[in-house]
């Protein structure tokens, strides 16, 4: 049996909640752990999907906001359950957005496959040095022992 690799995503705004999600979903015929790190409180929100104190919208039309290709109206679908009466035409609230991309994380971890371990870790990666684990260089990722391969 091969040995466990590890996946290490920094970052879980929109590009690191998707890829996370999309790994997850994956076929992995070995043992996986994917690693997402993060250093706000929530993922999938970024400076792009983060609560406001005032309503900040989409530029881009409900209908149109999938992350799933294979389903182009997953965004509304998700929307209408909590909006009712949004159409595809409509530019909702960019934190309706993260709230999606983050349901959408939680769905691919529930269904993940039970050799693929996934870990959110809340901390700054701040540099990787080969051969050495992340722990070694950030006191705030104790816990992951991770060691880069060159």
Known sequence: MS?????VIVGAGFSGTLVAANLLKSQHWAATQIVLVE???????????AERGYPYLLNVPAGRMSADSNSPLDFLNFA????????????????????YLEAGLLD???SAASHVEFQRVKGDVCGIEPGKSLATECSSLTGVRLTPTT
């Open 3 to 7: 040995a466990q690799r590890t996946i």
């Open 108 to 110: 691919a971890e529930v």
């Open 80 to 99: 209408q359950e909590r909006i009712p009466d949004a159409t595809a035409e409509d530019f909702l609230p960019r934190e309706l957005y993260g709230q």
């Open 39 to 49: 250093r706000a409180a929530t993922v999938a929100r970024g400076k792009a999907y």
